[in-house]
């Protein structure tokens, strides 16, 4: 049974650059199937999704995120990642890592989500 | 890119069937019917409910059904149950391989 789990700082400073692990197990994603997805939500409001990578490394970003977003992914550590730079306290939200169900239009499974905040 | 449109709240007794709407553009909800819809408990992970606009996944209710007339889309629950309680989002694909959420719904069982 797969499933993800985030890990990375809680706290991150105006300015700075908030990077995150997404780590997968129950499963390979060494996979031309697998495509991996960044989701974030800030608290009390609702879903924004951030991008999606490949197993092979091609990527997909929210226009609006794209000038400060990468998401890579290790296969050898079966884990993918998010970096997102220049970060402000709008960017304070649970960021969620889920499996991008492409070409199928879900996301599942989602990880349990981790709270980053975004404040001196 | 903007959020997909979805009403604050809606609320019904147990039993009682409702409908949640999602309204899109004709770039995203009105282009095709990658749809899904997500529920979601407090403090917990969303989980799919319905996938490619009225699909739904293994395991989950026959209580929840999804449809789609042009711009909009829409989640029905039916036989409500007190466990319905929770937060729904739609969301739709919005072309070269992008994705955009709803704002959200969220369901009061009275």
């Known amino acids: 049974q797969l499933q993800l789990q985030e890990s990375g700082p809680g706290l991150v400073k105006p300015s700075e650059t908030l990077s995150l692990t997404c780590i997968v197990s129950g499963g390979s994603i060494r996979s031309d199937t697998y495509y991996g997805a960044w989701i974030r939500q800030p608290p009390g409001k609702g879903l924004e999704w951030i991008g999606t990578i490949s197993y092979s490394g091609t990527t997909y970003y929210n226009p609006s995120l794209k000038s400060r977003v990468t998401i890579s992914v290790d296969t050898s550590k079966n884990q993918f990642y998010l970096k997102l730079t220049s970060v402000t306290p709008a960017d304070t939200a649970v960021y969620y890592c889920?499996?991008?169900?492409?070409?199928?239009?879900?996301?599942?499974?989602w990880g349990q989500g981790t709270l980053v905040t975004v404040s001196p | 890119q903007s959020a997909l449109t979805q009403p604050a709240s809606v609320s019904g007794s147990p039993g009682q069937s409702i409908t949640i709407s999602c309204t899109g553009s004709?770039?995203?909800?009105?282009?095709?019917?990658?749809v899904s819809w997500y529920q979601q408990h407090p403090g917990k992970a969303p989980k799919v409910i319905i996938d490619?606009?009225?699909e739904r996944p293994s395991g989950v209710s026959d209580r929840f059904s999804g449809s789609k007339s042009g711009n909009t889309a829409s989640l029905t629950i039916s036989g409500l149950q007190a466990e319905d309680e929770a937060s729904y989002y739609c969301?739709?694909?919005?072309?070269?391989?992008?994705?955009?959420f709803g704002g959200g719904t969220k369901v009061t069982v009275l």
């Open positions: 490619e606009v009225s």
């Open positions: 004709s770039s995203d909800v009105g282009s095709h019917n990658l």
């Open positions: 889920a499996k991008d169900g492409h070409p199928a239009p879900w996301f599942d499974p």
């Open positions: 969301c739709s694909y919005a072309g070269m391989h992008t994705w955009v």
